[in-house]
């Protein structure tokens, strides 16, 4: 077989299965692709977490501040407002007595009013609360832990209730936020602070706040793993492609290794058999010559048997022909050509053994009649193989139709010239469709089964294809695709 065979034999390639060891640098990123989405996922969680921690100490600062800057104004209004006036109006101060507790109560509330403070109280050194905007408060025991033992020594400190310890996804508690601030005497007539007389406990109500800062903690989160999700989408789409790419590429691989090994041995079946062939086509010459020239001399009794010698000399050149034709390289001398002219010399030639044998022609060309590019004299033994065939199954059941079409088509961007050859006859068997190629395989009880192999040798040195099949009568299918010109 000569290397122009090859692309014939790709038309037909063995089944192969992907190599395993190919594949597994795809199934490597694959696992990776899966890990990388879970660990990403993770750090997202992470990231979402520390951000959200970050931006929560943030508003407790900022809210810190802002009761600091609410005590300030409270404690300035307070003395001047109602220590000064009680004082001066009932010579010291008791809450417990109604006008007072009104006018403190007054006080207090134009001071927060429109500053979104839940609730505010004034504790005593011991820790009882002796005003509260909420009266039910009053005359209780407030907080004595360490942030109002802070306030009596004279600094601030806040406290979050309940704790932030992990801000939690997917809910939302009420929160709030106690500043306990000492309040003290501005009446020193110096620029020092005096100690602290009573300590202000200001709530403030921040679970919107952190409402706020949850929303952005879901909406960062939903964000990155929408994008990780959209990119590991991406990346399991390349690796599934290319995990496929490779299966198809090592299937060709494998293929192509098959194909190379048969290639090998039919070049060196082809080598012997044109070795062979050619020993014994020179003596079956003289054999059939001296058959001749004996059948001339002998007596009329005799000339038979050297009848049969010649048919048979004959018939032996003729299977020599076809082991030359198969063993000999396939140069095409490619030109442009109208197919339906070789198809009607082989048609010609084929008429006397068409009508012996019960065959009729049916012709459907093409009436562009589109040139393709070809060598008429291969292309006519290459047809001339394949109506062989056709004509002689149909003999075995006693006649039919040969349908030979043209016609046009496109396949990945380059135009084809498409014949069609189809008969009556009893097709071909399922299990010898895989080896109509192979060099000496025949259904016949005649024949070398070259044939088809002659043909796709000669198809496949015009780079053209060459498809075996059933044809939609039940008979046999042979399509060939030769390049337009």
Not at 121 to 148: A, K, M, V
Not at 463 to 471: D, I, L, P
Request: glycine fraction near 8%.
């Amino acid at each position: 077989m000569t290397p122009n065979n090859q692309e014939a034999l790709l038309l037909h390639p063995p089944e192969a299965e992907a190599d395993p060891a190919q594949q597994k640098p795809f199934q490597l990123v694959k696992y990776f692709s899966v890990t990388s989405l879970v660990i990403i996922l993770l750090f997202t969680m992470a990231i979402s977490t520390v951000v959200s921690q970050r931006a929560s100490q943030l508003v407790l600062h900022k809210r810190e501040q802002y009761a600091l800057l609410l005590a300030e104004n409270l404690n300035h209004q307070v003395m001047v407002r109602f220590v000064v006036p009680a004082l001066r109006d009932h010579g010291g101060i008791n809450v417990g007595q109604p006008s007072q507790f009104s006018l403190l109560d007054a006080v207090v509330k134009n001071t927060i009013h429109s500053f979104q403070v839940r609730q505010v109280n004034i504790l005593d050194l011991d820790g009882n609360i002796i005003y509260s905007t909420q009266p039910e408060f009053i005359s209780r025991l407030g907080s004595d832990g360490e942030p109002f033992r802070q306030a009596v020594a004279g600094s601030h400190a806040s406290v979050l209730e309940p704790p932030l310890d992990f801000l939690e996804l997917g809910g939302y508690r009420p929160m709030v936020l106690k500043t306990f601030i000492p309040l003290r005497d501005e009446r020193r007539l110096t620029s020092e602070l005096g100690p602290a007389r009573a300590v202000f406990e200001i709530t403030l109500d921040v679970g919107e706040d952190f409402k706020e800062i949850w929303r952005d903690q879901l909406f960062i989160v939903g964000m990155l793993v929408g994008m990780m999700v959209l990119l590991f989408v991406i990346l399991r789409t390349i690796v599934i492609r290319g995990q496929r790419i490779m299966g198809l590429r090592a299937a060709l691989q494998a293929s192509l290794e098959e194909q190379l090994h048969h290639s090998e041995r039919l070049a060196a079946l082809g080598r012997m058999i044109a070795g062979v062939a050619h020993e014994i086509r020179n003596p079956l010459g003289i054999v059939r010559s001296t058959a001749e020239l004996l059948g001339s001399r002998v007596e009329p009794k005799q000339r038979p048997l050297a009848q049969v010698i010649v048919e048979e000399s004959t018939r032996l050149g003729r299977i020599v022909t076809e082991f030359l034709d198969f063993a000999r390289p396939q140069t095409p001398d490619l030109r442009p050509l109208v197919v339906e002219q070789v198809l009607e010399r082989n048609l010609a030639a084929l008429a006397p053994e068409a009508q012996r044998s019960g065959v009729e022609v049916v012709r459907r060309y093409n009436n562009r009649q589109a040139p393709a590019l070809g060598d008429a004299d291969l292309l006519y033994r290459a047809f001339l193989n394949v109506f062989n065939n056709a004509i002689q199954a149909m003999e075995e059941q006693g006649g039919g139709r040969l349908t030979v079409s043209t016609s046009q088509a496109e396949s990945n961007g380059r135009q084809w010239v498409v014949i069609a050859v189809e008969d009556t006859g009893p097709g071909f068997e399922p299990e010898a469709a895989g080896r109509l190629f192979d060099p000496f395989f025949t259904t016949k009880e005649q024949g070398t089964g070259l044939g088809l192999s002659i043909v796709s040798s000669i198809v496949a040195s015009h780079r053209g294809r060459v498809e075996v099949g059933q044809a939609a009568g039940g008979g046999a299918r042979v399509e060939v695709r030769l390049r337009a010109a």
